[in-house]
């Protein structure tokens, strides 16, 4: 008989032991899932330990059934969800729930599943050799989407009459093989842009500089931390690839992290070429069959190297090498819900927890990152020139306040963009703002359209000639009259991605226009399918949000002009500067990547602030300097460790007393033991209503991370704490990226 120490897959804080009669000794069952018994009921959890010997004192209920073969979630992964739990103060059951694919983390059914069977096509020479007219590029592509056998259903769909000729004559020839596979493991794979297939390049000398040393520290299996500073277009995806070759070469595995869908159908197309069957892709974009098939592959080491979005970080590679994190300066690594955790510090967590080298790459690396490489816990390369020697887009400053009346377009960018588009080149457009305008305004009284759910003005939406909440999704009929004075005297003020486009297609009547922000982009196909008519220049306008700003390379762009680049400065935010400062230097970087020389307009009002400043110089050293002078002064990170507590409540008063009394006890008990932290608030939140609550915050600072671990474990498991969590919600969030 042996003893099981289970955490129940839920909220549960503490973990219990089963016992189980066990006649195979060797079986691996720590990582296992198990049912067992909880009250009347049979729950799910996961085997932490084993033990020959019974916990004195108690008597072990027995396992009602052990549900895997082998382990699910790895004993690496155990212990990284124990530090990824205490650290951001999360349920460890939840936090190992988020580790498994859909289908494991419910009970089985009580029927098994049965799976359909079904006829699958696999090639079984290479494409090229394939002679049919029939057998053409879109239907090649359906080949690459499905490795494993691609269903007869979709040659029909595709070639509709000429298909069951196909079909024989490519069996009758050898080309392909008819299989019979599972429904579930015929799987659509990939979702891959269209980029021409890449040979291994040329190294530059800074490339090969770094392939070097991170190569060494790959062979002796250290935690070393690298920054790889680049340049938008300096040639850090080729870097990637060299190392995931070295690594596997070595016997290692790697995980490769992005932080969009959109780059990782970009990426996975150029790894895929590279490493064909070995890659495992991993995002929200796929359907749960196929992270399930990934995630096996992964857990049973048949494919070795992983790439995907945020959550990829929790995926189960054996021997595990190398760790690569591309733009690791995005806020999308951080999750906004539940397990707030930013998945570039657990995967330094990990990488540390491995003894294995982890690479951060981006143009504009994090304040965070690039602090600690210049103090030197990171290894820090910094490429300033682009491969090919193409230039960086040249820069120049629009002061809108000098335009006689308020535009979208300044004199400047408007006859740029003609220019352009005479010269039959590609431009772009960047406007962080979606919709037609972002204030309704009564002329008369004042009345602004406000969402009743969130207190934030409401946006007018032109194409559906409504108005609606950004933070809620709430929607509203346009007003034809003020709601309050009933006059028709309102006024749309403002303008968002829909008002661009609008003034676009005045300017330029003839110009195709993409505009690629969420309401028109609703799924990862619709993404792809523009990128690729941006790729194949049938597109001569982009209008885009932050959609676009992110890692694309858009080869026959020349003019990027940015409308507005004091939107999100002006937010009230310790970390609006650094976003503003990352997002124009990244917008800046799609231009002029190949053939053509790229230029770039900034419309501003604030021509001499310095984020605005690095942007026109392409400098963003020069932002970091500024920015953490007053970091430092106003103790924000990375000077100081931060967390934010949010307490929320539909009823105001219940949250008011809840945060003073929270924050009295926080006080209280900083002060007693002499713990360093510092205590901020409470205070209103930024946006003080979303989606019906009513939102308060206290921020602490420490300056060291250990120290505001222990102090946060105080707090959180008081009981102080627990009374107030039963009145009103509250939550923590720990190296928060923004503060509104
Ligand atoms: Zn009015
Ligand atoms: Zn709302």
Redesign the pocket.
Same mark, same amino acid.
Request: charged residues 25%; hydrophobic residues 20%.
């Given at each position: 008989m042996i003893f099981l120490n289970v955490q129940l897959l839920d909220a549960t804080e503490i973990t219990f032991t089963y016992r189980l009669d066990s006649n195979e000794p060797d079986r691996q069952i720590l990582g296992c899932r198990v049912l067992v018994p909880v009250g009347r009921h049979h729950r799910l959890g996961i085997v932490l330990d084993v033990s020959e010997n019974e916990p004195t004192g108690i008597v072990s209920k027995p396992v009602a059934a052990v549900l895997d073969p082998g382990p699910v979630v790895t004993e690496e992964l155990i212990k990284l969800c124990q530090r990824v739990s205490s650290y951001y103060l999360y349920p460890l059951g939840l936090t190992i729930l988020l580790t498994l694919p859909e289908p494991l983390r419910r009970k089985p059914p009580k029927k098994p599943q049965s799976f359909r069977v079904i006829k699958a096509a696999v090639l079984t020479c290479p494409p090229e050799s394939v002679q049919d007219r029939a057998f053409d590029e879109g239907l090649k592509e359906l080949f690459a989407r499905y490795p494993s056998g691609l269903p007869l259903s979709r040659i029909r769909e595709y070639l509709k009459k000429d298909s069951n000729r196909f079909i024989t004559r490519a069996k009758k020839k050898g080309w392909i093989d008819v299989i019979l596979a599972p429904d579930d493991d015929v799987l659509e794979s990939s979702f891959g842009q269209a980029i021409e297939e890449t040979e291994p390049k040329e190294l530059t000398s800074d490339q090969a500089k770094i392939l070097d040393e991170v190569g060494r520290a790959l062979a002796k299996d250290e935690f070393t931390p690298h920054l790889l500073y680049g340049v938008t277009g300096s040639g850090k995806t080729e870097i990637y690839l060299r190392l995931t070759e070295k690594a596997l070469e070595m016997g290692k595995s790697v995980l490769v992290l992005a932080p969009e869908i959109a780059l990782i159908t970009q990426l996975e197309t150029i790894f895929r070429n590279r490493f064909g069957e070995q890659l495992a892709v991993w995002h929200s974009g796929l359907s749960p069959q196929v992270r399930l098939s990934q995630w096996e592959a992964i857990l049973k080491n048949k494919k070795k190297v992983a790439l995907g979005t945020r959550s990829a970080v929790f995926l189960p590679l054996r021997n595990c090498g190398l760790i690569i994190v591309d733009e690791e300066h995005d806020p999308s690594y951080k999750q906004e819900d539940r397990l707030r955790y930013n998945a570039r510090d657990v995967a330094l967590m990990r990488a540390q927890m491995l003894q294995i080298p982890i690479l951060l790459g981006s143009a504009t690396p994090s304040l965070q990152s690039y602090h600690n490489a210049r103090e030197g816990r990171y290894v820090l390369f910094t490429i300033t020139q682009r491969v090919h020697g193409h230039p960086l887009p040249e820069v120049e400053v629009v002061d809108m306040r000098r335009e006689r009346s308020p535009r979208i377009f300044s004199n400047r960018l408007r006859e740029a963009l003609e220019e352009n588009f005479a010269l039959g080149l590609q431009s772009l457009l960047f406007l962080n703002r979606r919709g037609y305008a972002p204030y309704v305004l009564?002329?008369?009284?004042?009345?602004v359209a406000i969402c009743k759910r969130c207190s934030i003005p409401l946006t007018y939406h032109i194409d559906e000639n409504n108005l609606r909440c950004h933070y809620c999704g709430f929607t509203t009929e346009n007003i034809q009259?003020?709601? +309050?004075?009933? +006059?028709s005297?309102?006024l749309y003020l403002g303008f968002g991605t829909e008002k661009v486009e609008k003034e676009v297609k005045t300017i330029l009547p003839q110009a195709q226009i993409a505009r690629i922000d969420r309401d028109v982009i609703k799924n990862m196909k619709d993404l792809v399918s523009t990128l690729n008519r941006v790729r194949q220049g049938k597109v001569q306008v982009i209008i885009g949000t932050q959609m676009i700003t992110k890692g694309h390379d858009f080869p026959l762009l020349s003019l990027t002009g940015i409308i507005n680049a004091d939107g999100v400065l002006a937010l009230p935010d310790f970390r609006s500067g650094e976003l503003t400062a990352q997002q124009l230097l990244q917008v800046s970087g799609r231009a002029g990547r190949r053939e053509s020389i790229g230029r770039v307009i900034i419309q501003t009002y604030n021509p001499s602030h310095y984020v605005i400043e690095s942007a026109v110089k392409g400098d963003y050293s020069l932002f970091c300097e500024k920015e953490l002078e007053s970091r430092e002064k106003l103790f924000y990170p990375p000077y100081a460790r931060m967390v934010r507590i949010i307490c929320e409540s539909i009823d105001m008063e219940k949250v008011y007393k809840g945060v003073y009394d929270l924050a009295d006890f926080i006080r209280s008990t900083a002060q007693g033991e002499d713990w360093e932290c510092v205590v901020i608030g409470p205070a209103p939140a930024p946006f003080f209503k979303l989606r019906d609550r009513y939102r308060w915050h206290i921020l602490i600072k420490a300056r060291h991370s250990a120290v505001l671990t222990e102090f946060l474990a105080k707090i959180w498991h008081s009981k102080v704490v627990d009374k107030l969590r039963r009145r009103i919600k509250v939550t923590v969030d720990r190296d928060p990226i923004t503060c509104l």
């Open positions: 009564c002329r008369s009284c004042g009345y009259a003020c709601p +309050k004075c009933e +006059k005297v309102l």
